[in-house]
């Protein structure tokens, strides 16, 4: 299996080759006093965050009928849809919760695509895309729990190695587990890899406390980006055969983690983007002195726009 | 003469390497169709601009006094040089015009210096910095015109060859003239080397025009960093040996540019971090179809700061 991924995430990384950037590292000293962090700068992605990569490889691992693409999204995965629907010559119609906020949905609005903003949260626009799929005949592009969309975010971590990523453990914000899950298929167990959710937010926690996945209510300052109601069942079994360490963190620490980057490099991220970090600057994970840490910093959408 | 650039920014970059950042490149097909940008994202420095480079090198190539140091600065040069004092341990007082605005005031003061904030423009607060060096013995870090601060600047593009720089021709954004003048000794005349300027705020363009450096009138979003009254010595010699292509861009353009490596890359600089940009996305800098470009983004200080 783990193999099966590895030689998954490598199609997908010649596949979506040149329609993805590829964001650059960054090893920080001014992060922590006496501690060198390896950052992941995939906010730099087209539409600012992993999830272009998932989506191309979606469109150009499947054939794509007439009618065209469907996804709903919590904002970012909407806009990555849109954009590579756009890119590739497709129809793509979005369903997004109000909880996305205005930055992300002006977003999807510029790609051209169709878009439907849902009341409530991200499973109602959940359901409607999945009514519009059956009605429309349009492919639906999940935004973490398929194979394509994982072995797609899955070729950042490789893309990190190939750039010389040079950690004992890497940490990774989860919502529903696309990223992570991508992450794991690429290193089985050669890195420890951290998981790390808001206490708000934490249908990874709640499934591994819970022995299977489990619905979780869900809010907070990163909700819109990280709030899935249930973990992926690949995310979940990706981290319980590698024995994913889940941490939870404050909303107060995503906060100064994100201003932290802004500090320290100049980085203005999103909650979610932020989320990672938060758990080294706030102490829930607390590294060994000599163990070398990377944070995957993963979404830039932050709200309001600075250029609305 | 050229190879004693290369030897004084060969030690500069020894002499500072572990202090300053090793700032990220990128390379981007999202800010022009059909053509790839190198970015170098010296945004990132500390402080938030390549000002940190030739401030680790002034007070490492030097002696420094008790009195500690002394500079003027339309604010990030201040901002350098205050955090370079606190991380080497020594006094400094920084004077700053009133254009340089509340986020980099903000940002000097953070870091402890002694502050001063001076009425009017830079010149002013150039002339109550030699008053105070007179006065106390302490060492001035001129912003761009003496060899250690041009040396320490060069270290930038020397880490962006060291980087696999694939350019012939590389744009960047002058002030004083300090970056401009690091990047030219570092270069020689291996790469094309564009100078870009405000329309309102053009000191080398001035000089080259005059045959000699002249004083102009400054103003436009770019003055706090880029209004400097009259171009450095050492930029306009190097200008001149190295026969750079000088251009004006609009403030509009800056602006524009500013708000498309928003849309691209989710990076946000201030309007002189975006200047060189400029030129070639409105076509100030129009390159022939197979020229490869660089454009280096130099500054990030931002007003408002968005995390005030």
């Known amino acids: 299996m783990a193999e099966n991924w590895k030689s998954g995430i490598?199609?997908?990384?010649?596949?979506?080759?040149?329609r993805v950037v590829r964001t650059p590292v960054l090893t920080s000293t001014a992060l922590m006093p006496g501690r060198e962090v390896?950052?992941?700068?995939?906010?730099?992605?087209?539409?600012?965050?992993?999830?272009?990569?998932?989506?191309?490889?979606t469109m150009l691992g499947a054939p794509v009928p007439s009618a065209g693409l469907v996804a709903a999204s919590g904002g970012n995965?909407?806009?990555?849809?849109?954009?590579?629907?756009?890119?590739?010559?497709?129809?793509?119609?979005?369903?997004?919760?109000?909880?996305?906020?205005?930055?992300?949905?002006?977003?999807?609005r510029e790609t051209g695509a169709d878009l439907t903003v849902v009341p409530g949260e991200y499973a109602n626009a959940m359901q409607m895309a999945q009514d519009y799929e059956t009605?429309?005949?349009a492919m639906q592009v999940h935004a973490y729990d398929t194979p394509l969309t994982v072995a797609g975010q899955g070729t950042c971590l490789r893309e990190w190695e190939d750039q010389g990523?040079?950690?004992?453990?890497?940490l990774i914000a989860v919502g529903g587990g696309g990223l992570i899950a991508g992450a794991l298929g690429w290193l089985g167990?050669?890195?420890?890899?951290?998981?790390?959710?808001?206490?708000?937010?934490?249908?990874?926690?709640?499934?591994?406390?819970?022995?299977?996945?489990?619905?979780?209510e869900v809010s907070g300052v990163a909700a819109n980006a990280l709030g899935a109601r249930r973990i992926g069942q690949i995310c979940f079994d990706l981290a319980r055969t590698h024995d994913v360490r889940s941490v939870l963190v404050e909303d107060t620490a995503i906060l100064a983690a994100q201003r932290a980057l802004?500090?320290?490099?100049?980085?203005?991220?999103?909650?979610?983007?932020?989320?990672?970090?938060?758990?080294?600057?706030?102490?829930?994970?607390?590294p060994e002195p000599d163990e070398r840490?990377?944070?995957?910093?993963?979404?830039?959408?932050?709200?309001?726009?600075?250029?609305?």
């Open 293 to 308: 840490v990377a944070v995957l910093v993963c979404g830039g959408n932050v709200a309001p726009d600075p250029f609305p």
């Open 38 to 57: 390896a950052l992941k700068l995939e906010q730099m992605q087209h539409t600012g965050s992993f999830k272009a990569r998932g989506a191309f490889n």
């Open 77 to 108: 995965h909407g806009a990555a849809v849109a954009h590579a629907a756009r890119a590739l010559g497709h129809r793509a119609h979005i369903f997004v919760p109000e909880m996305a906020g205005p930055a992300k949905i002006a977003l999807i």
């Open 135 to 137: 009605r429309s005949g």
């Open 262 to 286: 802004w500090q320290a490099h100049r980085q203005l991220v999103e909650p979610a983007g932020a989320t990672a970090l938060a758990a080294l600057l706030s102490g829930v994970y607390v």
């Open 165 to 170: 990523l040079q950690a004992d453990t890497v």
């Open 189 to 216: 167990g050669a890195r420890r890899v951290v998981a790390v959710e808001p206490e708000t937010s934490c249908a990874l926690n709640a499934a591994i406390a819970a022995g299977h996945p489990v619905d979780v």
């Open 10 to 18: 490598n199609v997908a990384a010649d596949r979506i080759a040149g």
